[in-house]
């Protein structure tokens, strides 16, 4: 018996083929990203005849709005409300009639089919039909980057891949929701974690403490002792089990109460714009390829990538302290921190930071992490219940958060899985036509046409 169910035909009405656009097709319309470091402007590719439909998360929904109205035929991409309102629904409910005529379903079959899988949200899903044929189908709803989305799975994943001592992220110790003074104390003892390239420097040393569900530069903190980490950890406690519901609602989202990362700062770090630290902002997409013999998963790299700017620059006398509006390049509580796409700050085309941000994300995805994106993609394939999923190719989307030390060193800060997009009259309309090229590559990516601007991580590593 396979491990994993064959395509199904994709005509809702009987008698109807459906066209000939196979997997295959679809995959070699994808190899074709473009190496050459050019970004191409694109369009959202839809034939005639055939219509688009989408749900797609509310921070992007102005984007896909923007996509739809640069096409010849607007009417051609419409939204809808539910998964339910998808062909690939009704195909499965086409199917569920014709067993029923034939056969009475045994009860194990119905009891299956009855089961409800529990939904996470995602950034888009698309389907593209011709009349009652459904022509392609992408969720993103892949598991491949599960074990990376939170901090603490994160470092987990490292651990795992058994990767740490090449410092893909920066050195970092994980620390129980509750952990106890004296425990604190026994597991970050007199040494806060930091670069190898720092060792011999304990002076003023300063560590970074992330709240495990902090986001957009919420839930930083830049410690100095095992005294102040606990006394933050112990404060955040107190208030978890305060606060009736919270902990068994967090359990029941996440399965577990999630760890605080205890992560060593990355310092000295690159600045730009008159002292301005900052982090890059890349985009990756996982396809995964159940129909091939050779990788469950693509892995796919964009090539326009985002720089965040603090809002202010680093001070030259900071003597140990770490102003936060300086040093969080993702917030900060500040509506000023800048959005620039990397070909506009000339610090970083200088040091042809294009190319050696997408060698090293080349190297995490398409060397060190794709073991464990296997397995993820192979286990959640074989539990799969839900047999409109049989019509649809899955995937995932990722925004990577990537900091740069002075000497141009690399590190992995977070993935953010289903990254949202900012609101539209936040930035200029030279990045809101970014984020329009990036919906309409991705959507061009997902469904198998040619999406020249996102690059196979396999072709990276071999040039």
């Not at 740490?164 to 003074?181: A, C, M, R, Y």
Request: with cysteine; net charge negative; hydrophobic share 35%.
């Amino acid at each position: 018996m396979p491990l994993f169910r064959k395509r199904k035909d994709k005509t809702l009405v009987k008698g109807k083929s459906a066209p000939k656009e196979s997997a295959v097709s679809a995959t070699n319309a994808r190899t074709q990203g473009s190496l050459d470091g050019q970004q191409q402007e694109t369009k959202f590719l839809l034939d005639d005849n055939c219509t688009a439909k989408y749900i797609v998360r509310s921070p992007w929904a102005w984007v896909l709005e923007d996509v739809a109205e640069s096409m010849d035929d607007a009417t051609a991409i419409v939204q809808i409300e539910t998964p339910t309102d998808f062909l690939s629904k009704k195909l499965v409910q086409k199917d569920d009639n014709a067993e029923e005529e034939e056969e009475e379903p045994s009860p194990s079959a119905a009891t299956r089919r009855r089961r409800k899988k529990t939904k996470k949200p995602c950034t888009l899903r698309l389907e593209i039909e011709n009349g009652n044929t459904l022509i392609e189908a992408a969720h993103g709803i892949s598991e491949a980057l599960d074990g990376l989305e939170d901090k603490d799975e994160l470092v987990r994943t490292i651990q795992r891949c058994r990767c740490e001592h090449l410092e893909l992220t920066p050195p970092s110790q994980l620390l129980n929701w509750d952990v106890t003074k004296e425990e604190c104390m026994n597991l970050v003892g007199a040494s806060l974690p930091t670069l190898l390239a720092n060792n011999q420097t304990t002076e003023g040393r300063v560590a970074v403490l992330k709240e495990p569900m902090g986001s957009q530069g919420t839930g930083i903190f830049f410690v100095k002792t095992a005294d102040e980490i606990h006394g933050i950890v112990e404060e955040h406690r107190k208030r978890a089990v305060d606060e009736t519901g919270f902990l068994d609602h967090l359990i029941a989202m996440k399965g577990r109460i999630p760890s605080w990362v205890l992560q060593a700062e990355v310092y000295p770090c690159l600045l730009v714009k008159d002292r301005r630290k900052f982090h890059i902002r890349t985009y990756i997409a996982a396809i995964e390829n159940l129909d091939s013999d050779d990788s469950l998963l693509d892995v796919y790299v964009y090539n326009r990538h985002e720089v965040r700017i603090a809002s202010q620059p680093i001070s030259f006398d900071e003597n140990g302290s770490r102003d936060r509006q300086s040093h969080i390049t993702n917030g900060a509580g500040s509506d000023s921190t800048e959005r620039l796409l990397l070909e506009d700050v000339p610090e970083l085309v200088e040091r042809d930071m294009t190319t050696k941000v997408e060698k090293f994300v080349a190297q995490i995805f398409g060397t060190h992490f794709i073991p464990d994106m296997h397995k993820r993609v192979g286990y959640s394939a074989s539990q799969e219940d839900d047999e409109s999923m049989d019509y649809v190719t899955k995937f995932a989307i990722a925004g990577l958060d990537i900091m740069v030390t002075d000497d141009a060193r690399l590190y992995l800060l977070e993935v953010n899985v289903n990254p949202a997009a900012p609101p539209k009259d936040t930035i200029p309309p030279k990045f809101q036509n970014h984020l329009r090229g990036f919906m309409s590559d991705l959507m061009n990516l997902v469904v198998g046409k040619d999406a020249p601007n996102f690059m196979p991580v396999s072709d990276i590593l071999s040039r």
